[in-house]
């Protein structure tokens, strides 16, 4: 059974700081992996996604990165902003087209002004 | 074009009520899945449908919970004789005709249902 975990489980950063956020997967065999961003009582917004042939994808200052065979992606935050505050959520596909999405708990970013 | 439309956004009920969620597709998407998040938890799946058909109910509770996605309107995910376990956010996500590869899946808002 696949099992997706996200650490840290809060992070808290000044403005301004890369970080990376780091998501593991027990089930190296997967068809994508996806990120989102879920801002406390609002639903989830999908930043990034990775095939499971491709090892990494960028958007603006977030950039995914995939390693399917040790079971690890990781999202890439450079120079923080205070509206970058939210949980992020790591997601991953198990099979082929609409396979559900199995996720991590998230971790829940404070960039402090 | 709308994203992935849920209502109720909030939802109260009583102890032995019944709560239906609704949930319409982007548009031009056959596929819609309903999820589970409860307090301090992961969005966990429960259920999968394309129109009329349920796909994989395999995270559904044996009890109570049923979903529908009928030829016209919204789908529906219902809740009979809800408990205050049942108080969580429902998360309802769509995506495209199935292809080969994973497709990019696309969530609402979600209904967060307060039972009390």
């Known amino acids: 059974k696949q099992e997706v975990t996200q650490i840290p489980a809060a992070l808290s950063v000044p403005e301004g700081e890369n970080l990376v956020l780091n998501c593991s997967f027990t089930d190296s065999a997967i068809y994508n992996l996806q990120w989102f961003r879920q801002d406390p009582g609002k639903g989830l917004t999908s930043l990034l996604l990775i095939q499971s042939s491709q090892r990494e994808q960028t958007s603006g200052r977030l950039n995914a990165s995939l390693d399917k065979s040790s079971g690890r992606s990781t999202l890439y935050i450079a120079a923080s902003q205070p509206g970058d505050s939210a949980t992020y959520l790591c997601a991953v596909r198990q099979g082929p087209g609409n396979t559900p999405l199995v996720f991590g708990k998230g971790t829940r970013l404070s960039v402090i002004a | 074009n709308a994203g992935v439309m849920q209502n109720p956004r909030h939802l109260v009920r009583r102890r032995g009520q019944e709560a239906r969620l609704r949930c319409s597709p982007m548009?031009?998407?056959?596929?819609v899945y309903w999820y589970r998040q409860l307090p301090e938890e992961g969005l966990k799946f429960m259920v999968y449908l394309q129109k009329e058909n349920i796909i994989d109910e395999s995270g559904m509770p044996k009890e109570r919970f049923s979903a529908e996605f009928p030829k016209e309107g919204p789908s529906i995910l219902r809740i009979q004789q809800v408990v205050r376990g049942d108080s969580a956010a429902y998360f309802c996500?769509?995506?495209?005709?199935?292809?080969?590869?994973?497709?990019?899946?696309?969530f609402g808002q979600g209904t967060r249902l307060t039972v009390v």
């Open positions: 996500a769509s995506s495209p005709i199935r292809d080969r590869i994973g497709t990019e899946a696309f």
């Open positions: 548009k031009g998407h056959s596929h």
